[in-house]
């Protein structure tokens, strides 16, 4: 990553310091001065060579998955580090029982929605299932669709025979990230959404899995479900950073899905979800207070009313 890049800032005690990405520090423009501005500091967008800086670094990598413009502007202001637009937006957004629903047509529309909204903000495009399996121009014209709506980076499920086709990608100047463990597009093949790498050898195939990834160009990878430890020796196997999504501690970095981190599917409790809001119970209280004020007639109010 070029130090030039980074923003130059007077610290009130001190010299200069780099502002690395999405270091949403507030600073104080003209020490000493009793009418002292306070800003907040530009922050320069994170670029894919931030992604093993960091990993190289010690700093974890922070990944949100969004899938819509009201909620990405949300995310633009919050110093959570990436967005991945997730093929899981045929669940969340359009109801299907699973990703299988999702088309390119879907992902990029989608990934155009949350590119206006935080175009501040790195982000993943997901291929959507059969997107990579049907031969080299059918998914570099994915890949061109996703790119085009405003990915910086596209992710593809898996790596059994498709590796030439993510070292294509990769040598097309498109940085691709990897997704091993539970690949919720092979859920007919593995049974359902479970654990995986539960076993010696499943950790043996996965670290082999990622391996090859790492050839092929990936220059990250998403863990879902898999055992900590599993997760923990992948990530010191690799150069290249592990984002987890019940992965445990040990990864790179963690993702969670946006509606998920704010609790609005309450009935959605895997065991490594963390809430931070409950903002189903919040929007249904809204509602209905609401509909109160408009049956009891308190809405809209003359000061909410034009003369």
Do not use: W
Not at 45 to 54: A, E, G, N, R, S
Not at 112 to 138: N, Q
Not at 144 to 172: F, N, Q, T, W, Y
Not at 216 to 221: E, K, M, S, T, V
Request: contains cysteine; charged residues 20%; proline residues 5%.
């Amino acid at each position: 990553m070029s130090n030039r890049r980074h923003l130059k800032v007077e610290a009130q005690h001190g010299g200069p310091k780099s502002v690395q990405p999405n270091d949403a520090r507030t600073i104080r423009l003209l020490p000493g001065s009793s009418s002292s501005i306070e800003a907040k500091a530009a922050v320069r967008p994170m670029t894919v060579l931030d992604f093993q800086k960091m990993k190289n670094e010690g700093r974890k990598i922070s990944m949100i998955t969004c899938y819509d413009y009201s909620s990405a502007r949300a995310v633009a202001q919050s110093s959570v580090d990436c967005i991945l637009v997730g093929d899981s937006v045929a669940m969340t957004m359009h109801g299907y029982p699973n990703t299988l629903s999702a088309t390119t047509t879907m992902m990029a529309m989608h990934t155009a929605a949350v590119a206006r909204g935080a175009p501040s903000k790195f982000i993943v495009g997901d291929m959507p299932f059969l997107s990579y399996r049907k031969g080299l121009k059918e998914a570099m014209d994915c890949v061109h669709e996703l790119m085009s709506a405003g990915a910086h980076s596209v992710k593809l499920e898996g790596v059994r025979g498709h590796a030439e086709i993510v070292r294509h990608i990769a040598d097309s100047g498109v940085p691709v990230m990897g997704h091993l463990g539970l690949t919720p597009q092979s859920v007919n093949q593995l049974g359902g959404m479970k654990v995986q790498a539960k076993t010696d050898a499943a950790v043996e195939l996965l670290a082999s899995q990622a391996r090859e990834l790492e050839d092929a160009g990936c220059f990250a990878l998403v863990l879902e479900c898999v055992p900590a430890e599993a997760a923990r020796k992948v990530t010191e196997l690799l150069t290249i950073p592990t984002i987890g999504i019940g992965a445990g501690p040990a990864v790179s970095g963690q993702v969670l899905v946006y509606q998920d981190l704010l609790g609005l599917n309450p009935s959605f409790k895997p065991k490594f979800l963390r809430t931070y809001a409950s903002a189903f119970e919040m929007i249904h209280a809204a509602l209905d207070s609401y509909n109160d004020d408009v049956k009891r007639g308190e809405f809209p109010s003359e000061n909410e009313s034009y003369s």
